[in-house]
Structure formats: C-alpha cells, structure tokens
C-alpha cells in the first residue's frame, strides 16, 4: 500500500509511468478530491498513481482503534455485533463478526442487468477509497490500500449496473467490491474476465479477511450512484461546449441574426450559464461578424405601407433562445458538481466512529438523495438541449427554412445529371436524431419520484439515486449522438453555403470533423461518421479545435 505525507488529493506530482508516459500523483484524504479528477483517473487509469494520504492514514487507524475497543468492551454496535437493517435487533458476539462482514458482502451479490463499464467501475473505486479515507468508518487503511492496488494492476470487479434503491447507500452494487477485496467472485483483470483469486495470484496481492465493520464500511456508501455521475458530469459539460458551437454554425450557414447573441440582451436577465452561453457563441462567431447586423435595418421608404421584407427580424427560437436553453444546462452542471463533490468528500455509511468524542453514531449519510436529485436535473437540462439542437438540424435540413440551402443538404446537382432525384442526403438522419431525442426526453421521467418502502419497512425511504445516475448517463450519451450527427449536417451545409461563412473557431470545427468524416457528396451510410464525431466530442478534441475552455482536472474547480 503506498501513502504520501503530501495530504490532500489536489497535491499531486508528475513522474513517468513504467512505459514512459508521464503519471500524476493523486493522493485521497477524504477532504479534497475533484469530480473533474475522479473522471480523469478513470478514463485514463495509466495516467494516474491513485494512494492513500499519511493524515488519512493516520485517522484511519484511530477509528479503527475506537471500534476494536467498543467491540472488547461488549457493546452492541449496529453492523458490528448486530445484523443489519430490520435485523439490528439480533446482537451476535464479536467472535462472529468477521463473518458477519463476508456473509454481507457475498450475500448481497446478487445484481441484475449489464455489467457497469470499466470507467465507472474505477470512479466507484477512487470515490469509495475517498469517502473511507476520512477516517469516520473503522475500516483498516489496509483494506483501502488493496482497493487502490486492485485499481493500479487494472483488477476490476464485475459490477452488474441494477439492484440498488439508492439508500442504504449502493449495497448490492458496492458488494461486489467487497467480495473482490476478500477474494472472491469475478473480476475483469486488464480486460480480462477471471475469478478474482486467479487475478490477485497473478498481481502478487493477497485478499483480506474483512474484520467487524468493514465490510459494512465498503457497501453502505453511494459511491457506485457517484461513479456515473461523475462522467455524466464530465460528459455534460463537453455537450454544453458544443451546443453552443452548433448555435453560432447553424446561425453561420442559416445567415442568421448574431445580434440575438449580444451582451446587451443577457445582461438584463443574467442568469450566469446563459451569460457564459451567449458569450461563447460570440466568441466562436467571431467579433466582426457578431455586430455585422448592427445599424443596418432600413427604414420604411416614404409613402409605402405595406412591403414584404427579405428575411425575417428576428430568428426561430432554437436559433435566437439556444444560450436560454443551454444556460440552463450550464447552470445545473455548476450546482451538481458542486453537490457531487460534497458526495465524494463525505463519509457516506453508518454507522460512524466520532474519535473526538469516543462514540459511535448511527446515522443516514448513506442516503443518495443529492446525487439523485443532481441527475434526474442534469439529465433534463441535457435532454433539453438535444431537443434544442435537434430542432436546429431540422431548420438546417428542411429547404422551406434553411434560406436557399438544398433539400436535406444534397450535394447540387444539375437537372440533367444522372444523380438529381436519387439522393435524400440528411432526411434519414434527421430522422435518426429525431428517435435518439425521443428516447433522451423518455429517459427524463424523475427516478427519485420512485422511492418504494424496502427491506421489511425498514429502508422506507429510499432515493433512487443509483438509478437517477444510470439514467443521466444514458440521456448524455444519447445526446451527444444527437449533437453529433448536428455536427455533421452543419459541415454539410457549411460546404454548400460556402466556407467563407464560417469564422476562424467554427472552421477550426469544420477540419476537425472533416478529418473524421469526409465531404458527403452522395447517400451513404454514415453510422461510424456519427460515431467519430461522439468521440471528438466525448474526449474533448472538438472543444479544443475550436479554441474552447480547458477542462479543470488536476486542480482547482470541480469541471
């Protein structure tokens, strides 16, 4: 198990990895950690050196002095020498409670549903090993190093994603952490799928025995519901970015008002995400062209009543409100981070070992109701934006509104060539972003409105918070898929409108998705082009090509 005397997760230290790469330092003591760092060292494990900080240590060992000595003494202890939940009332002596702690774990294995991808399984992994670091749970800083040695030699347990109501923290989800720890059940080793003894022989590591409260200390906690959302976060954040990118394009090749953009409007109503919003569409407009409608509307000549104008005064709504509708986005991603964070700095299970005081305190910190309401917000404000940009697709698409582009974006064909009346260009995708929103907006049906009295009456408020998670993690990936093929349709009519249309930042856009997706000069099957563009999206490329804001991940700021 490795430690640091550099306490805090925001100290860290580049050093090269054994392939050469360099690697940073993450040092957990319950108190510092970042969304925005947990997101990094799961997406990019071989990046990262994950371990335990000496203070952290230190309280660790306190609080696992405190229980041993309430255990010597005979005193009932919720978990420790008792049974759990409606059970509390069965005191057990301390000489069964070692089993008591593997009979919880293994028992609880009984998840349902696909299994959690790789990158979920290392944000649980690095928020629960946060969340005991604090020292209030009795738990060995043993047990918590060979978590962090699992993650560092790619040992995963193999976490079915269905099973938990969200309080009580994530038991049946977590549980399969805890058995990994004591050697048993199944694990994904460097990709791998083997017994998790088979993988701990290989990586030279030996399981443990879980001693009283340990087990309880892994399972009752909410860190799987925290694993999603931690990306969903990451990921949301990406989608805000490029929905603003799509509003100044799709503006661009629509020719557009980009006075709806000015600091003017949302200076009078400054909710901040729509502020932010505005401005990053100005930005990606380009200075010159964000005033080039300033002062330019004519007068009614003399005489005249009546003349039909040339172009509309103002924009459609998904045009003219995108920074109302994203600014939405923008600012429940401020909040839920923020509440994530909190969730990941906090010890989360029950019950708690106050060493100031000498006591132990049963409690309900295990209750997931802020991720839960964070996600089932985060996955509305999300859905809403791909509604947002799907509307702007079809705007671009549909020759009656798209001001002299082609029908569903069709290369131009002269009358007499072979190719005219064959090619239906955009029309299936629309129709896919259609279904894709569709689903997203489905999705948006609030999760923590479904607590159910569990567990013989004794969980009999539940949050639903695991499953508010899932959800959110769904809709961005939908959503993202939406925004891609967007992305796309708006290269498509930047190429018929002209390029010379486009600002530096948005033609920064236009290569890059260009280099994944070539021009479109018939039908074709564009699925991977959909999926090349996600993922430009998903890792960030996007956002930097177009000169947008770098991401927090080392320091400071939860995104």
Known sequence: ????????????????????????DLFLDGHCLSVAQVAAAARSPQRWQVALADDAVSRMKRSVDLKNAVVSAGRRVYGVTSGFGDSSTRQISASKAEA??????????????????PEVVRATMIARANCLARGNSGIRPEVVGLLL??????????????????????????????AMLAGHGTVLHRGEQRSADEAFGEAGLEPVVLAAKEGLALVNGTSFMAGFAVLA????????FAADLCTAMASQVLLGNPRHFDAFVFSAKPHPGSVAS????????????????????????DGLGFRELAEPVQDRYSIRCAPHVNGVLRDTLAFAADWTQVEINSSNDNPLFDTQTGTVVNGGNFYGGHIGQ????LKTAVASVGDLLERQLQLVVDEKFNNGLTPNLIPRFAHDSWEAGLHHGFKPMQLAASSLVAEALKSTMPATSFSRSTEAHNQDKVSMGTIAARDARTVVELVRQVTAIHLLALCQAADLRGTEQLSGPTRDAYTAARSVSPVIDGDRGLEFDIQAVAELIATGQLREAAGGPRLATHTGGNL
């Open 149 to 178: 040695d699992c993650l560092e030699q790619d040992i995963l347990p193999v976490i079915p994603e269905r099973g938990s109501v969200g309080a009580s923290g994530d038991l049946v989800p977590l549980s399969y952490l805890g």
């Open 233 to 240: 976060l990451h990921d949301a954040t990406e989608i805000a």
């Open 1 to 24: 198990m490795s430690t640091s005397s550099m306490p805090g997760a925001r100290h860290t230290q580049d050093h090269p990895s054994p392939s050469g790469a360099p690697r940073t």
């Open 278 to 301: 505005a401005d990053t569409v100005r930005r990606l407009l380009g200075q010159d062209r964000a005033t080039a409608h300033a002062g330019t509307e004519d007068a009614m000549p």
């Open 100 to 117: 008591l702690q593997l009979n919880l774990v293994r028992g609880h294995n009984c998840g349902i549903g696909p299994a959690a991808a």
């Open 374 to 377: 964070a996600m089932d917000a």
